[in-house]
């Protein structure tokens, strides 16, 4: 089991900056794979990054966001820069317990999941 508990969401302005964190607990950490999902209202949940043997953030944010973790801390964290107003969404992280260097981008590659964090962006 790994619980998984998401923060740092809120309401910003385009061109704004956020960091979300997401805390992990019930499992080695440092050899999960974490990923970043979103979710627009209307629209399917979609990969932001994910950071494990492989890294990566999808193509939509490259150069505006970038994903770190502190495994000490359990903790894997969302740095979103330059913010859009389409970047408004529920986002989650998720935990891949299978394959660490995988490079999973589907939302049913990942086991577990937090309860997601608003971010909503205003012009």
């Known amino acids: 089991q790994v619980q998984l508990v998401e923060s740092g969401g809120g309401l910003v302005q385009a061109g704004d900056s956020l960091r979300l964190s997401c805390a992990a607990s019930?499992?080695?950490?440092?050899?999960?794979?974490m990923g970043w999902f979103r979710q627009a209202p209307g629209k399917e949940r979609e990969v932001v990054g994910r950071?494990?043997?492989?890294?990566y953030v999808a193509e939509s944010v490259k150069g505006r966001v970038t994903i770190s973790r502190d495994n000490a801390k359990n903790t894997v964290f969302l740095q979103m820069n330059s913010l859009k107003l389409e970047d408004t969404a529920v986002y989650y992280c998720a935990a891949d317990v299978t394959y660490y260097y995988g490079s999973a981008s589907r939302p049913v590659d990942y086991e577990y999941w937090g309860q997601g964090t608003q971010v909503t962006v205003f012009s």
């Open positions: 019930g499992r080695t950490f440092s050899r999960t794979a």
């Open positions: 950071i494990g043997g492989v890294t």
